[in-house]
């Protein structure tokens, strides 16, 4: 019996670990793909953009964020399986 609940730990603990990778892979790849559009190709710099790209970058970045936001709530919020 005690050797059942242990390797319920274990597992709940290889679940809860999985959530945080993918929290952090997410929320990564998330500031990548905004900083190389912003940055590097120059959408959210006044001196290199215009209006319009400007909008739809910041509009972009804004909706993106709270789908992320969203995806992470989802995430943490769903109870773990049973092994």
């Not at 050797?3 to 945080?20: A, G, M, T, V």
């Not at 790849?29 to 910041?58: C, D, H, K, Q």
């Amino acid at each position: 019996m005690e050797e059942e609940s242990k390797d319920n730990l274990d597992w709940q603990l290889l679940q809860f670990f999985i959530k945080i990778v993918r929290t952090v892979f997410v929320g990564l790849f998330w500031m990548l793909v905004n900083i190389f559009f912003g940055l590097y190709l120059g959408f959210a710099v006044p001196e290199e953009s215009t209006p319009l790209r400007m909008f739809l970058f910041y509009t972009w970045l804004v909706l993106s964020l709270a789908a992320f936001i969203y995806y992470i709530w989802r995430m943490w919020r769903r109870k773990m399986p049973p092994p």
